[in-house]
């Protein structure tokens, strides 16, 4: 090594005695070390001893531009005295200790491991190794070693490794050298192939020697054994090798050991060191084996038990817990088959794909579990402990969907159908041609002769009384079917004053049920002439026909109190001998009219009997039937309880160790002739399901009050399992039932950070409250121990499924309660809600209603076309009405994401209302809406796909017209505008959302496109117009529930088939979106910490409009400046301050869930499932509020230059 020449830093004096002597040392480095070794052991004597009395000695040597670290090093690479040597590692330890990381950092720079090493091999070739030098260098080489990422590697290739194991094996009874060679190969056996090696010189079997039974002696040894034994573990290798040696029982009966004495908690690192031993042991499947057959999951649930009362021996419990699920063996979900259990035989097939695949299965074969979920660590050999590790690893793959073919960014029309094969679908473009000549526009009902409205916006605020007054009256003594001349539909009279989020006062139920008056029954016989009437303080009885005499639709009867069977709900279809009779049949309905104007009982059964399902459904769901009235309360987003998921995996875990308290009771399965399968005994529950949209497969009673419950996969598929919508009854009043769903699928729900179930009882809507309410306690996700088979995840392998489960009770003795993932919204409810707004549409509203195709089930695809007449029949008129601009709105393509439906409700009540906003609205866009583009799919009960098994959400760039008929007729409408010029201006397609919070949008920038895939492009491509943020922004001022911080705006390669992606690309549409909104609720703005109701859905879907309504000033098409100063009234304060990133999102429809659970803490969850959908930021900063002045010069906008926030 070359002598380096002394440097000292200015502020260090150059005499100082310190510098002095590695001057010293500095001359005599090299052959005077040799030479002259007294004077070497002299001043490195002196030298330690300045250090170890004078703290600014350490500092003289170590500050920066000395070079005192490279002459010791140079200096104990040259001397062979043993004395100098053990001197100037002594100088070493003083250095490295006092210094710390930055120090210890230097060291390694400095090449100082390699020199410690060197030491040790040349120490070790002596005869007697000096024991003291030993002893030094390995408690050196543990202090700098975890610094160094290479020194397993430098130990291999230089025999270090053998040195240190055989120093180990002659010095099992000496402590005080063992210690630190136990340290050094922890340190070691951090390099995989280190741990192999090691383990192949008996270095497993040695641990195990040091690892001794619970003693007070020698805790710090054992701790660093049982450490450096976690490290050898890791490698399967050494874990097998330890399966084979018997260790696995070793390792339980330690740990039980220590668990038992250890009554003080003095030494709960070495439980948990043991415990990891165990995890990783465990992640072998031979490992698993021996794991149950030494009875491991008894040990470890009855020692975890004991800890449960201790809140500091969390860490041991969860780490049990981990090792318990892990081992829990593997089942099989108990059904016959993962398909759904309904058929449809499809015509035509594709040749490729999950559906050819399905029906390329020959019959009879097993597809439930196959070989592949028994794989070997597939899932088990995973060493990330914590989701936030699976979603750094998601982070680093974060651009690889990003599309980064920039022929491909460019929107294009692509004309891939000829115009005169678009031609069919002029017929529903007939406003492009209409005359209007047959029209009386001198009618006193037109909008010019009514008085004036007042404006209010639609907000998910409470009915007032005088509402539910003014709205019995109205309702008194006419008739449930509307007659042609009733009054236009005023939306806006539910509506209070705009600052009613000011001065709204806390409501309770109690409160409620005063505000809203208990509404009339209506005692329903299944003999005309005994129609019994209860009185009511709001109204007159309204009789109505019973729905059960209704050509074989039949409604499930509530039992009378006291006169019905012991078990509460029963069937009062056509079954029973007394119901075919016309007797006994007695159902109390309430009016439900008098706060739902569009909702009629009859009506709704009317259109349940057009509506086709595969099942041949005969019944109809109460909530469907009676409806739902929003809550006046807002409710609170459910606080998670400490420890709840971990209680949940516990009781799970019981099922295996006493497996005779379990009952194992099919009370409910589709898959049987007879379904239900038993009859109420008063000690279970009866489940239904078999009504639109219901989907409950089949219920076990695992234990009196707790039943596991399976859902049907989508028809034509064997997965999707999210959507769920049954029926409940025969319960106990008071008594807390458990509920788990056992074949969820996604890696996280919202059911983990607030999300409650919803809740609808018949009893409470009988008693004038008619609604869904959120209900449940003890609500958690989490992974279970039920196999997925890879028929079913694409031929991923070990994946499992995860268990959704929620506890509540009943109120009400006789009752039949309905559970649901979301609000329900049916096809039959869209048809009824379509035939009432027609039916009371005011003159002054141009309103057509089309059957745009045929579903594969046989059921109609409702189009509708909205705008206001024109004001006469003349030329002028007429024209300014056919160059309107068009706006396309979809929605519900995915029939569990209901939400969907009813902010599509909330925007045609507000298009169809009486206010001015809404009738400046129509007077500036064509409306076409299809408000439902998957009904089969929503009327059974499916959750993503159609009847073809697909997701049409992906099916928009090559539609197939006979498995995707939706699609391609919505996409012909879309070309056939294209063709004739006339491309939307606005196309949003409505969706909900699962595992993120708040409403918010989805759009396509090739600028942001480029930006996060970080190709070159040229400048030209950079130069984009930013009306695309333009709609997404005023919503983010206007509407409460929507959120521009989590708007997304990049193409992505896996999205091309989508609805936005295409329409963009294909139909050249700027504004092409896809709007999310939340099943769980909000965590910004006024909403902040509610759970988001039908009403704050509805409200979304008004305020659209009404940020289409601006939308129109800033576009240029009307310059209304009163309503520029009504609408600054309407809106009321100061629109709020919102950033807005572009954030990226892996997956259009389910991006993934940013809110982290911790697992480390509850579940330590260590397979979570990747789903590719991590979010990263760009910011696109666009002004904060849109000025009069942003309105009027709509070309500031596409000169502004965006910044990014990274």
């Given at each position: 090594m070359n002598k380096p020449?002394?440097?000292?830093?200015?502020?260090?004096?150059?005499?100082?005695?310190?510098?002095?002597?590695?001057?010293?040392?500095?001359?005599?480095?090299?052959?005077?070390?040799?030479?002259?070794?007294?004077?070497?052991?002299?001043?490195?004597?002196?030298?330690?001893?300045?250090?170890?009395?004078?703290?600014?000695?350490?500092?003289?040597?170590?500050?920066?531009?000395?070079?005192?670290?490279?002459?010791?090093?140079?200096?104990?690479?040259?001397?062979?005295?043993?004395?100098?040597?053990?001197?100037?590692?002594?100088?070493?330890?003083?250095?490295?200790?006092?210094?710390?990381?930055?120090?210890?950092?230097?060291?390694?720079?400095?090449?100082?491991?390699?020199?410690?090493?060197?030491?040790?091999?040349?120490?070790?070739?002596e005869f007697h190794p000096n024991e003291e030098l030993m002893l030094q260098v390995h408690a050196l080489l543990a202090k700098v070693g975890p610094k160094d990422r290479k020194l397993g590697v430098k130990a291999r290739l230089t025999g270090a490794l053998n040195v240190t194991i055989n120093l180990v094996k002659k010095n099992l009874q000496n402590v005080k050298l063992l210690l630190p060679c136990l340290q050094v190969l922890r340190v070691y056996s951090a390099n995989m192939v280190n741990a192999i090696s090691l383990g192949k010189s008996g270095a497993i079997e040695l641990m195990f020697k040091i690892v001794a039974p619970y003693s007070k002696k020698n805790t710090s040894l054992i701790k660093v054994a049982v450490d450096a034994l976690v490290a050898l573990l890791k490698s399967k290798t050494n874990a097998r090798r330890a399966?084979?040696?018997?260790?696995?029982?070793?390792?339980?009966?330690?740990?039980?050991?220590?668990?038992?004495?250890?009554?003080?908690?003095?030494?709960?690192?070495?439980?948990?060191?043991?415990?990891?031993?165990?995890?990783?042991?465990?992640?072998?499947?031979?490992?698993?084996?021996?794991?149950?057959?030494?009875?491991?999951?008894?040990?470890?649930?009855?020692?975890?038990?004991?800890?449960?009362?201790?809140?500091?021996?969390?860490?041991?419990?969860?780490?049990?817990?981990?090792?318990?699920?892990?081992?829990?063996?593997?089942?099989?979900?108990?059904?016959?088959?993962?398909?759904?259990?309904?058929?449809?035989?499809?015509?035509h097939v594709l040749a490729s794909g999950p559906v050819a695949q399905l029906y390329s299965q020959p019959p009879g074969v097993d597809d439930v579990v196959d070989d592949s979920d028994d794989n070997e660590d597939t899932e088990a050999d995973t060493e990330n402990d914590t989701e936030n590790e699976e979603d750094e690893k998601?982070?680093?793959?974060?651009?690889?969907?990003?599309?980064?073919?920039?022929?491909?960014?460019?929107?294009?029309?692509?004309?891939?159908?000829?115009?005169?094969?678009?031609?069919?679908?002029?017929?529903?473009?007939?406003?492009?041609?209409e005359?209007?000549?047959?029209?009386?526009?001198?009618?006193?009902?037109?909008?010019?002769?009514?008085?004036?409205?007042?404006?209010?916006?639609?907000?998910?605020?409470?009915?007032?009384?005088?509402?539910?007054?003014?709205?019995?009256?109205?309702?008194?003594?006419?008739?449930?079917?509307?007659?042609?001349?009733?009054?236009?539909?005023?939306?806006?009279?539910?509506?209070?004053?705009?600052?009613?989020?000011?001065?709204?006062?806390?409501?309770?139920?109690?409160?409620?049920?005063?505000?809203?008056?208990?509404?009339?029954?209506?005692?329903?016989?299944?003999?005309?002439?005994?129609?019994?009437?209860?009185?009511?303080?709001?109204?007159?009885?309204?009789?109505?026909?019973?729905?059960?005499?209704?050509?074989?639709?039949?409604?499930?009867?509530?039992?009378?109190?006291?006169?019905?069977?012991?078990?509460?709900?029963?069937?009062?279809?056509?079954?029973?001998?007394?119901d075919e009779g016309g007797e006994g049949s007695v159902l109390e309905v309430p009016d439900t009219a008098q706060l739902l104007p569009?909702?009629?009982?009859?009506?709704?059964?009317?259109?349940?009997?057009?509506?086709?399902?595969?099942?041949?459904?005969t019944e109809v769901a109460y909530p469907d039937y009676f409806g739902h009235v929003a809550p006046t309360y807002r409710e609170p987003l459910l606080e998670r309880l400490y420890g709840v998921q971990r209680s949940k995996i516990f009781q799970d875990i019981e099922r295996l160790i006493h497996p005779n308290d379990i009952m194992d009771r099919v009370v409910y399965d589709l898959d049987l002739p007879r379904c239900p399968v038993i009859e109420s005994d008063g000690e279970t529950l009866r489940f239904n399901s078999k009504f639109e949209s219901g989907n409950l497969r089949k219920a076990i009673q695992i234990r009196k009050y707790e039943y596991d419950l399976i859902l049907n996969s989508d028809i034509n598929s064997n997965h999707h399992h999210q959507w769920f919508y049954f029926e409940v009854s025969g319960m106990r009043v008071g008594t807390m039932y458990r509920f788990n769903i056992i074949n969820c699928e996604k890696s996280n729900s919202q059911f983990n950070y607030g999300m409650q179930v919803l809740m609808y009882s018949v009893q409470e809507a009988i008693s004038g409250r008619p609604r869904w309410v959120r209900t449940g306690s003890d609500i958690c996700y989490y992974k279970n121990h039920f196999a997925r088979s890879s028929m079913a995840t694409g031929g991923q392998k070990g994946k499992s499924y995860y268990t959704m489960t929620f506890s509540t009770s009943f109120s009400h003795k006789d009752d039949v309660c309905y559970f649901s993932y979301h609000y329900p919204y049916t096809y039959s409810s869209l048809k009824m809600h379509l035939s009432k707004l027609e039916a009371m549409k005011a003159p002054e509203i141009y309103l057509r209603q089309d059957v745009l195709c045929e579903t594969l089930g046989g059921n109609g695809c409702p189009l509708l076309t909205i705008s206001a007449m024109p004001e006469s029949n003349s030329s002028d008129h007429i024209c300014q009405f056919r160059n309107r601009p068009f706006i396309f709105l979809s929605a519900r393509v995915h029939p569990g994401e209901t939400n969907a439906s009813w902010v599509m409700k909330g925007t045609l009540e507000f298009l169809m209302g009486g206010s001015l906003l809404a009738a400046t609205l129509r007077e500036a866009y064509i409306f076409k809406i299809v408000p439902m583009l998957n009904p089969d799919g929503v009327v059974n009960g499916n959750h993503r796909c159609s009847l073809s098994g697909e997701d049409l959400n992906r099916q928009w760039q090559n539609p197939n017209p006979e498995?995707?008929?939706?699609?391609?007729?919505?996409?012909?409408?879309?070309?056939?505008?294209?063709?004739?010029?006339?491309?939307?201006?606005?196309?949003?397609?409505?969706?909900?959302?699962?595992?993120?919070?708040?409403?918010?949008?989805?759009?396509?920038?090739?600028?942001?496109?480029?930006?996060?895939?970080?190709?070159?492009?040229?400048?030209?491509?950079?130069?984009?117009?930013?009306?695309?943020?333009?709609?997404?922004?005023?919503?983010?001022?206007?509407?409460?529930?929507?959120?521009?911080?989590?708007?997304?705006?990049?193409?992505?390669?896996?999205?091309?088939?989508?609805?936005?992606?295409?329409?963009?690309?294909?139909i050249g549409v700027q504004r092409s979106y896809t709007m999310e909104s939340t099943v769980c609720g909000c965590d910004q703005g006024k909403y902040k910490g509610f759970q988001i109701g039908t009403k704050e859905l509805e409200e979304m879907g008004a305020q659209f409009c009404v940020a289409l309504l601006r939308l129109k000033r800033m576009t240029g098409l009307h310059n209304h400046q009163h309503l520029l100063d009504l609408e600054s009234d309407l809106i009321g304060t100061q629109p709020k301050a919102v950033s807005c990133p572009s954030t990226y999102v892996m997956d259009e429809d389910e991006p993934s869930f940013l809110e982290a659970v911790d697992y480390s803490a509850e579940s330590n969850d260590e397979d979570t499932e990747a789903d590719l959908e991590a979010a990263a930021s760009a910011a696109d900063e666009v002004p904060e509020r849109l000025s009069d002045a942003e309105s009027n010069n709509h070309h500031a906008w596409k000169s502004e230059p965006v910044t990014s926030s990274q």
């Open positions: 020449k002394m440097a000292s830093e200015k502020g260090v004096p150059s005499n100082s005695r310190a510098q002095i002597l590695l001057a010293q040392l500095e001359k005599i480095t090299g052959d005077g070390m040799v030479r002259d070794p007294e004077t070497a052991r002299q001043i490195t004597s002196k030298l330690l001893h300045l250090i170890q009395t004078q703290e600014k000695t350490s500092k003289e040597m170590m500050s920066k531009g000395t070079s005192g670290m490279e002459v010791i090093l140079s200096s104990l690479e040259n001397t062979r005295d043993i004395q100098t040597i053990l001197n100037i590692l002594c100088i070493l330890s003083e250095l490295l200790t006092l210094g710390k990381g930055r120090r210890v950092g230097v060291f390694v720079s400095k090449g100082g491991t390699a020199v410690l090493l060197r030491i040790l091999i040349t120490a070790n070739k399966v084979e040696g018997s260790y696995v029982s070793t390792l339980l009966a330690l740990y039980l050991d220590w668990h038992r004495n250890d009554t003080w908690h003095r030494h709960t690192v070495i439980r948990k060191g043991l415990l990891s031993c165990l995890r990783n042991v465990t992640n072998i499947k031979l490992g698993r084996r021996a794991f149950t057959k030494a009875d491991g999951m008894r040990i470890l649930y009855n020692s975890s038990s004991e800890c449960l009362s201790v809140r500091t021996l969390d860490p041991l419990v969860n780490a049990s817990s981990l090792i318990m699920r892990k081992c829990f063996p593997k089942n099989r979900l108990p059904l016959p088959t993962i398909k759904s259990a309904f058929h449809y035989q499809l015509e998601d982070c680093r793959s974060l651009n690889d969907d990003i599309e980064k073919d920039l022929n491909k960014l460019h929107p294009q029309k692509i004309p891939s159908r000829p115009y005169e094969e678009l031609r069919v679908y002029e017929r529903f473009f007939a406003e492009l041609s005359d209007f000549q047959g029209y009386n526009f001198n009618s006193p009902t037109t909008s010019s002769s009514q008085p004036a409205q007042p404006i209010v916006v639609p907000a998910a605020q409470a009915l007032s009384a005088d509402h539910v007054a003014a709205a019995t009256a109205q309702n008194v003594g006419k008739p449930s079917a509307p007659e042609p001349t009733i009054p236009p539909l005023q939306v806006d009279a539910t509506q209070l004053a705009e600052d009613f989020s000011k001065n709204e006062e806390p409501h309770n139920q109690a409160a409620e049920q005063e505000q809203l008056q208990t509404p009339e029954y209506v005692t329903l016989n299944a003999d005309e002439t005994g129609v019994k009437q209860k009185g009511s303080p709001v109204g007159a009885p309204k009789p109505t026909q019973s729905p059960l005499l209704l050509e074989g639709i039949a409604i499930r009867c509530l039992a009378a109190a006291g006169g019905g069977t012991g078990g509460g709900g029963s069937d009062c279809g056509s079954e029973g001998g007394e569009l909702h009629d009982l009859d009506l709704y059964v009317e259109m349940v009997k057009g509506t086709k399902s595969v099942p041949h459904y498995l995707h008929p939706t699609i391609y007729h919505t996409k012909s409408l879309l070309q056939y505008l294209a063709h004739t010029q006339r491309a939307p201006l606005v196309f949003c397609d409505f969706h909900g959302h699962s595992r993120k919070k708040n409403v918010f949008m989805y759009g396509c920038s090739l600028k942001e496109t480029i930006w996060q895939s970080n190709i070159s492009a040229p400048s030209s491509d950079l130069q984009e117009d930013l009306a695309y943020r333009a709609l997404p922004k005023i919503l983010s001022q206007i509407a409460p529930a929507f959120s521009m911080a989590s708007c997304s705006f990049v193409v992505e390669r896996s999205k091309e088939s989508t609805a936005r992606v295409v329409v963009w690309r294909e």
